[in-house]
């Protein structure tokens, strides 16, 4: 039925013009295929989107890795020799889950959480081990952190995804309870005995409330793996409020971006509002540790719930790598220790691409928002350019213990008082990112990025 206000010949008319126009529409497709398929694919896929936008990085990260694998050694054997603090153990502690025991790891999904010895093979965790027991022995009898903390009450709890890990991974049942029950005594201190805000969140000092942006790295992400070993939502969501809490009280606008200062309230004890950049890699990088954990759940409708959390916490990680990205030095690709005209570091420069090429493995979609090409030239920088081939040392990197200090580590020695433990572990760490994020997007060929330094067989 044709509508009374319109004649067979404006019928007639409007028809010709649909054909023309559907013609237009194939001839556009037809010269701009490559284009259209990309956008195409992105709508429908963010795995095809990325292999369409990255497929340039892959050849240049693969070759990049492959030349790292053996300078790495260096790089771990100096870490090894030269961590001492309880954060620096505990971030040993994930380098050690990361590279030689990755289906162990927060960013492993053959084991969704919770993780228990029902479901492990029995093989021996002995590098973890090796790390833990030394440490803990030196525990004082009453104390409920891990460790002492030097004042901290946030770093110790760094080492409490290990410890619940190796409460699986135990070969003897006593040695197991041991382990949980450090678990559970760093929890109750971090719950019941550490000061706290106003808004609820948990001080990284004992003695009085402060918020320091290292605090993310160290404590959520053990909140939200000792949450998902008890499938408790409460614990799980407590992981992201803090997060959501210190990114409140710590994020600020900086220039054109927001970053993260680095210790509040300014009247503490100990002052640091600065932008420190490892700092701001601290805060991303423990906001994907728990994105991880969030994602790696057994139960499905307990996952689905932390859907928004995860989709915060992408976009907080975001925020940083894209801040500190824009202070990048063009000669060097590394960025300053503190954003602005500061000195160079390799600690911070590496913790913060090292998070986004886990945002990536993740969210591929995110390929496009991130600035790919200064992430690229940083990761060349660190391991071709910064990172001694002969003894593994990485530098300049600030001085872990005076952030404020203008004369870097140099480096010249692998030793204490001239390298940083956290940047020798972030380069490890950066290494296996990249690893994570060549097998997410060419799988295909994922073999060709397997590492050497597996100690389980099959443990990927």
């Not at 990680?317 to 602005?340: C, Y």
Request: hydrophobic share 40%; net charge neutral; aromatic share 12%.
């Amino acid at each position: 039925m044709i509508p009374y206000n319109y004649t067979r010949g404006q019928i007639r008319n409007l028809f010709v013009f649909f054909i023309i126009y559907l013609k237009f529409l194939a001839y556009i497709i037809a010269n701009n295929s490559d284009q259209f398929s990309t956008q195409y694919l992105s709508a429908r896929s963010p795995e095809a989107a990325l292999k369409n936008q990255s497929e340039s990085d892959t050849g240049e990260l693969a070759n990049l890795l492959h030349n790292y694998e053996k300078v790495s050694i260096l790089v771990y054997e100096v870490l090894n020799r030269v961590a001492n603090h309880s954060w620096e153990w505990g971030t040993q502690s994930h380098v050690i889950l990361e590279r030689n025991y990755p289906c162990l790891s927060v960013f492993s999904q053959s084991n969704p959480l919770p993780f228990e010895r029902d479901n492990w093979n029995g093989a021996q965790t002995k590098a973890l081990s090796d790390l833990i027991d030394p440490i803990i022995a030196t525990r004082r009898e009453g104390k409920l952190p891990i460790v002492d903390g030097d004042g901290s009450s946030a770093d110790p709890a760094s080492l409490g995804v290990a410890v619940l890990v190796s409460a699986v991974t135990a070969q003897k049942k006593e040695k197991a309870k041991e382990y949980l029950k450090l678990a559970q005594d760093q929890y109750t201190f971090l719950i019941k005995d550490v000061p706290r805000s106003k808004s609820g969140a948990i001080s990284h000092r004992e003695a009085e409330m402060q918020f320091w942006s290292d605090f993310v790295y160290m404590v959520p992400p053990f909140l939200a793996f000792y949450g998902a070993q008890e499938s408790n939502f409460q614990e799980l969501e407590l992981a992201y409020t803090q997060i959501k809490l210190y990114r409140d009280a710590l994020s600020a606008p900086l220039n054109n971006v927001k970053l993260w200062r680095h210790v509040l309230p300014a009247n503490a004890t100990i002052n640091d509002h600065r932008f420190w950049s490892t700092g701001n890699g601290w805060a991303a990088a423990g906001s994907m540790r728990v994105y991880a954990t969030l994602l790696n759940l057994q139960d499905k409708n307990l996952q689905s719930k932390t859907e928004r959390m995860r989709n915060d916490l992408a976009n907080w990680t975001e925020e940083i790598i894209v801040g500190a990205f824009s202070f990048q030095d063009a000669e060097t690709g590394l960025l300053p220790n503190v954003f602005g005209p500061n000195i160079l570091d390799c600690s911070g420069t590496s913790v913060i691409a090292s998070a986004a090429f886990r945002l990536l493995s993740y969210e591929p979609q995110r390929h496009s928002s991130l600035p790919m090409k200064a992430i690229i030239k940083a990761v060349e920088a660190v391991f071709t350019k910064y990172t001694n081939p002969q003894t593994g040392s990485v530098a300049p990197v600030v001085n872990p213990l005076d952030w404020s200090s203008e004369v870097p580590f140099n480096g010249s020695k692998p030793e204490t008082g001239y390298v940083s433990p956290e940047g020798q572990a972030f380069g490890i760490l950066l290494q296996e990112a990249i690893r994570a994020y060549l097998k997410k997007i060419d799988k295909k060929n994922e073999k060709k990025y397997a590492s050497n330094f597996v100690l389980i067989k099959d443990c990927y």
